[in-house]
């Protein structure tokens, strides 16, 4: 599962190669079209649920992951066209059902949040099975991606003990992007504005609770993934900026920073950070932290820099260059991950003989 996961990446990163222009070949015509699903809910919609499933130790649970991956197969090689996003949907009516159960057994605040994250995820894969173009839709995958990353925040914020005001803070953050997401539904201008001013609160929040400023002080692993996360933060703020700011944008270069920023900046820093954590628990082996790691994790910055400034004063080289070199950035994170893995199973083969 893990494997069509990262199959997903490997296809939307070339359908975005496509889109960049530099002239890849697109393998299928409608390749170019599935860029944005393959990326949320083939390869992250797929590792998240998976990440839940092993947490929840239930086998029915590993159906989610599953139909995701197939529904990320269906869009690569071109099944008729409602397949893939009929499996995409069902695989997130499956992530919202495993989020029952966690509710059901910790109803707390933070597993509010990530099922909320998870019905947002459903409700917007229902929504493309319908017919909605994917400019309408995207606001509600970007809305699962937040609140499931806010949600865990959230629940490591715990060990501070932030008094109620916070969290009355946080609750004001949350219900804003979920009336942005509502709203959007009916007038997708209102709707991307406040689900923007949502992404800023949510943004400052971050910055200002999360447990990231005060491990960013400590060495190795620790101070990588708080870089990482406090990195994202800021995208966060500058994707709820630009959507506050822009409106309904459904196409060019300010769809293009605005998705991007969130996306890239926020969600797959995001990824980036977690990764020595999320890999071993799924796949059982550790992930030793090395130097080596801030390289990917500064390329995908400086790129997206490169990118999103590009694309703010309509400069297309670059927009392509900035674009290119995220994909580098990604590659390097699968390249850098896997020696890592590969050490530690040498390793331990090692200590084990």
Not at 16 to 36: C, E, F, K, Y
Not at 196 to 213: F, P, V
């Amino acid at each position: 599962m893990l494997a069509l996961g990262l199959l997903a990446l490997l296809a939307g990163l070339w359908a975005g190669l496509v889109r960049l222009g530099w002239g890849v070949p697109p393998l299928r015509s409608t390749l170019i079209m599935a860029h944005g699903p393959l990326m949320v809910s083939g390869f992250l919609g797929t590792l998240i649920t998976l990440e839940r499933a092993v947490a929840l130790r239930s086998t029915w649970a590993y159906a989610s992951p599953l139909l995701t991956g197939l529904g990320a197969v269906a869009l690569i090689v071109g099944l008729p066209d409602l397949m893939g996003p009929l499996f995409l949907a069902l695989g997130s009516f499956g992530l919202t059902a495993i989020f029952a159960v966690f509710v059901c057994r910790q109803p707390t605040l933070f597993m509010i949040t990530m099922a909320l994250g998870a019905l947002s995820w459903l409700v917007g894969n229902a929504l493309w099975l319908a017919g909605w173009p994917i400019f309408q839709v995207i606001l509600w995958w970007a809305g699962f991606l937040i609140l499931t990353i806010v949600g865990e925040r959230l629940e490591l914020s715990r060990l501070l003990s932030p008094p109620r005001h916070v969290q009355i803070t946080f609750l004001t953050a949350v219900g804003l992007l979920l009336a942005g997401l509502i709203v959007s539904t009916v007038d997708l201008g209102i709707g991307v504005r406040l689900a923007g001013l949502g992404m800023i609160a949510l943004a400052l929040w971050l910055g200002r609770y999360d447990i990231a400023r005060r491990t960013v002080r400590q060495e190795g692993l620790p101070r990588f993934v708080a870089c990482a996360l406090l990195a994202g933060y800021i995208w966060l703020g500058a994707s709820g900026l630009m959507g506050a700011l822009f409106g309904s944008v459904v196409a060019g270069f300010h769809y293009d920073a605005l998705l991007h920023a969130l996306f890239l900046g926020f969600v797959f820093s995001m990824i980036f950070g977690h990764a020595p954590i999320i890999f071993p628990a799924i796949l059982g082996l550790a992930v030793h932290f090395k130097m080596g790691f801030y390289s990917h994790l500064l390329l995908l910055h400086l790129a997206l820099l490169l990118r999103v400034v590009g694309d703010l004063v309509y400069w297309l080289p670059g927009w392509q260059w900035g674009g290119l070199l995220n994909v580098a950035a990604l590659l390097l994170f699968l390249v850098n991950t896997a020696r890592s893995l590969r050490s530690a199973k040498s390793e331990g083969t090692l200590t084990h003989a």
